[in-house]
Protein backbone atom coordinates (compact mmCIF):
# COMPACT_ATOMS: atom_id res chain seq x y z
CA UNK A 1 0.00 0.00 0.00
CA UNK A 2 1.03 3.39 -1.36
CA UNK A 3 0.26 6.54 1.22
CA UNK A 4 -0.06 10.22 0.72
CA UNK A 5 0.21 12.41 2.78
CA UNK A 6 -0.78 15.92 2.55
CA UNK A 7 -2.40 19.17 3.47
CA UNK A 8 0.75 21.24 5.32
CA UNK A 9 1.97 24.56 5.11
CA UNK A 10 2.69 27.61 6.75
CA UNK A 11 0.32 28.75 9.15
CA UNK A 12 0.05 31.00 11.92
CA UNK A 13 0.38 30.80 15.73
CA UNK A 14 -3.09 29.77 16.83
CA UNK A 15 -4.10 28.31 13.47
CA UNK A 16 -5.90 25.60 12.23
CA UNK A 17 -4.91 22.90 9.74
CA UNK A 18 -6.23 19.60 8.89
CA UNK A 19 -3.55 16.90 7.19
CA UNK A 20 -4.90 13.98 5.37
CA UNK A 21 -3.09 10.56 4.55
CA UNK A 22 -4.76 8.86 1.12
CA UNK A 23 -4.01 5.13 0.65
CA UNK A 24 -3.89 3.78 -2.87
CA UNK A 25 -2.78 -0.05 -4.19
CA UNK A 26 -4.98 -1.44 -1.30
CA UNK A 27 -7.63 -0.14 0.79
CA UNK A 28 -6.92 0.61 4.87
CA UNK A 29 -8.98 -2.42 5.50
CA UNK A 30 -7.92 -4.28 8.61
CA UNK A 31 -4.99 -1.64 9.34
CA UNK A 32 -4.79 1.34 11.94
CA UNK A 33 -3.45 4.26 11.02
CA UNK A 34 -0.87 6.61 13.31
CA UNK A 35 0.27 9.70 12.23
CA UNK A 36 4.30 10.82 13.52
CA UNK A 37 6.44 14.01 13.47
CA UNK A 38 9.91 14.79 12.88
CA UNK A 39 11.03 18.26 13.73
CA UNK A 40 14.36 19.47 13.10
CA UNK A 41 17.58 18.07 14.61
CA UNK A 42 14.66 16.34 17.07
CA UNK A 43 13.75 12.52 16.86
CA UNK A 44 10.16 11.39 15.32
CA UNK A 45 7.83 11.31 17.84
CA UNK A 46 4.13 9.76 17.88
CA UNK A 47 0.73 11.82 17.31
CA UNK A 48 -1.98 10.35 16.99
CA UNK A 49 -3.34 6.90 16.20
CA UNK A 50 -6.80 5.30 14.91
CA UNK A 51 -7.68 1.59 14.99
CA UNK A 52 -9.54 0.06 11.76
CA UNK A 53 -12.40 0.43 13.42
CA UNK A 54 -12.06 3.76 14.42
CA UNK A 55 -13.24 2.77 18.35
CA UNK A 56 -9.45 2.99 19.18
CA UNK A 57 -8.00 6.48 19.56
CA UNK A 58 -4.81 7.57 21.01
CA UNK A 59 -2.73 10.78 21.49
CA UNK A 60 0.09 12.13 22.50
CA UNK A 61 -0.08 14.81 25.75
CA UNK A 62 1.60 17.22 23.92
CA UNK A 63 -1.63 17.44 21.66
CA UNK A 64 -4.49 16.03 23.56
CA UNK A 65 -7.42 18.68 23.09
CA UNK A 66 -5.83 20.26 20.39
CA UNK A 67 -5.57 17.35 17.19
CA UNK A 68 -8.51 15.34 16.39
CA UNK A 69 -7.84 12.23 13.98
CA UNK A 70 -10.50 10.78 12.16
CA UNK A 71 -11.33 8.32 8.88
CA UNK A 72 -13.57 8.35 6.54
CA UNK A 73 -13.59 4.72 4.63
CA UNK A 74 -15.27 5.69 1.80
CA UNK A 75 -12.95 7.93 0.57
CA UNK A 76 -10.11 5.54 2.30
CA UNK A 77 -8.37 8.26 3.93
CA UNK A 78 -7.26 9.42 7.27
CA UNK A 79 -7.28 13.00 8.27
CA UNK A 80 -5.50 14.86 11.21
CA UNK A 81 -7.01 18.04 12.41
CA UNK A 82 -4.84 20.35 14.21
CA UNK A 83 -5.78 23.42 15.97
CA UNK A 84 -4.67 26.58 18.40
CA UNK A 85 -0.73 25.54 16.65
CA UNK A 86 1.76 26.52 17.85
CA UNK A 87 5.54 26.46 17.06
CA UNK A 88 6.58 23.11 18.85
CA UNK A 89 4.18 21.93 16.27
CA UNK A 90 6.55 22.68 13.28
CA UNK A 91 7.36 19.56 11.58
CA UNK A 92 7.34 16.91 9.01
CA UNK A 93 4.42 14.78 9.81
CA UNK A 94 4.46 11.29 8.05
CA UNK A 95 1.01 8.88 8.53
CA UNK A 96 1.84 5.04 8.79
CA UNK A 97 -0.51 2.03 8.42
CA UNK A 98 0.07 -1.18 10.03
CA UNK A 99 -2.23 -3.77 12.39
CA UNK A 100 -4.02 -2.62 15.08
CA UNK A 101 -1.90 -2.44 17.95
CA UNK A 102 -1.72 -1.20 22.03
CA UNK A 103 1.88 0.12 21.06
CA UNK A 104 0.77 2.39 18.37
CA UNK A 105 3.68 4.41 19.55
CA UNK A 106 6.43 2.66 18.63
CA UNK A 107 7.54 2.61 15.08
CA UNK A 108 8.09 -0.75 14.54
CA UNK A 109 4.23 -1.63 14.59
CA UNK A 110 3.98 0.28 11.28
CA UNK A 111 4.33 -1.46 8.14
CA UNK A 112 3.97 1.14 5.60
CA UNK A 113 4.82 4.61 5.51
CA UNK A 114 3.74 8.21 3.67
CA UNK A 115 7.05 10.87 2.74
CA UNK A 116 5.50 13.28 5.02
CA UNK A 117 4.55 16.77 4.78
CA UNK A 118 5.61 19.63 6.37
CA UNK A 119 4.13 22.13 8.74
CA UNK A 120 5.50 25.44 9.81
CA UNK A 121 3.85 27.48 12.65
CA UNK A 122 5.51 31.27 12.45
CA UNK A 123 5.10 32.67 15.94
Known amino acids: VQLQASGGGLVQAGDSLTLSCAAS????????VGWFRQAPEKERESVAYISWSGDRLYYADSVKGRFTISKDNAKNTVYLQMNSLNSDDTAVYYCASGPSTTKWYLFRQYRYWGQGTLVTVSS
Open 25 to 32: GRTFSGYA
